[in-house]
C-alpha cells in the first residue's frame, strides 16, 4: 500500500504532469514550443538554484559528514558506466563507440531528475541532506570520461579514432552544469542562510513551478523522440529499464552504508538510476563523434527518464525505506 501510495503522489505531482502534457502534445502534433532561449534560461536557473541551496545547507557541516557520501559518489560514477560498458556490448549487441556513448550518459546524471527527486521528497516531507547537490556536482564527469576511455581504448585496438581528451575535459569542467552547481554552492556556502534569504523569493518558492515548465519541454522533445524506439531494438529498451533499477537499489543501500539519511540515500539511488542528457550528449558529440544520437538520446531521454519521474523515484524511496527499516 505504502509503495502505491508513493506512486499515485508521484503520477498526480504537476511535475510528472506536466511531463506527461509535453509528450501528449509531441504526439497529436501541436504547436506547442519553447524559444530556445527560454530552455536555456530555464536550465540556468534549475542548476543555479540547486547549487545555492545546497551551498547554504553546507554551512556549519564537517568534512566528516560530507566526506564518505562524496566519495561513495564518485565511485558510483566510476563503476556505473564500467560494468554498463560491458552490458552494452554483450547483451544489446553494441559496437565499442556506441556502447561507450551510451555508458557515458547512464553513469553520468540527470539534474532534472535530481530536481524531481528532491521535489518528491519535499511534497513527501522527508528532509535531506544539503549536501546533496555537490553529490549530482562531482558525479557527472567521471563517468563521461571513464566510458569514453573504454570506447577510445577497444576503437584503438582495432584501428578506430576517437576525439581526443583535451577538449573533452575543458568542455565538461567549463560547462554551464559544472560552473553553475559548484559555483552556486559555493556562493550559497558563502553567502549562508542570511545571504540566501535575499535572493529566496526568486530562487526558493519558483522552483517547483520552473521545474514543471522545465519538464514540459522535456516531455515535448521525449514524444518527438518516441519514433527512435524501433531504431534501438528491444534490447535496449530493456536495458534502460532494468539497469536504472539496479543502479537505484545499489544507489539506495551504499547511501545507507555512507551515513545518508531517508532522503539523502533515496537522492543517491535516484543519482545512480539517473541518465544524463544535456552534459553527456555534449561531451559525447567531441569525444565519439562517430557515435549514433539516435542511440543515446532514445535510451536515456525516451526511456530511462520518464521512467524515473514516473515509477522509478517512489520506487527508489521505498528502496531506501527497506534499507532503513522504516
Known sequence: MEILQSLGSSLLSP???AFALGIFAA???SDLKFPDELYTALTIYLLFAIGLK???KLEGMSLSVVGGPLLMAIGLSCVIPFWSFYVLKGFVRLDATNAGA???HYGSVS???FSAALAFLETSKTPVEGFAPALLAVMEAPAIIVAVFLAMKASASKGGQGGGFGPLLHDLLTGKGIILLLGG?????????????QVAPLFDAPFKGVLALFLLEVGLLTGRRLGDLREAGWRLVVFAIVMPILHGLLGSYLGKCCGLGL???TVMAALAASA???AAPAAVRIALPAASPALYLSSSLAITFPFNIVLGLPLYFEFSRFFHGV
Open 263 to 265: 532522503g539523502g540515500s
Open 276 to 278: 544524463s542528457y544535456i
Open 54 to 56: 545546497g551551498g547554504m
Open 185 to 197: 554552492l559555493f556562493i550559497g556556502f558563502v553567502g549562508g542562510k542570511k545571504g540566501f534569504e
Open 15 to 17: 511535475m510528472v504532469l
Open 102 to 104: 551510451i555508458a557515458a
Open 27 to 29: 504526439l497529436v502534433k
Open 111 to 113: 539534474a532534472v531528475t
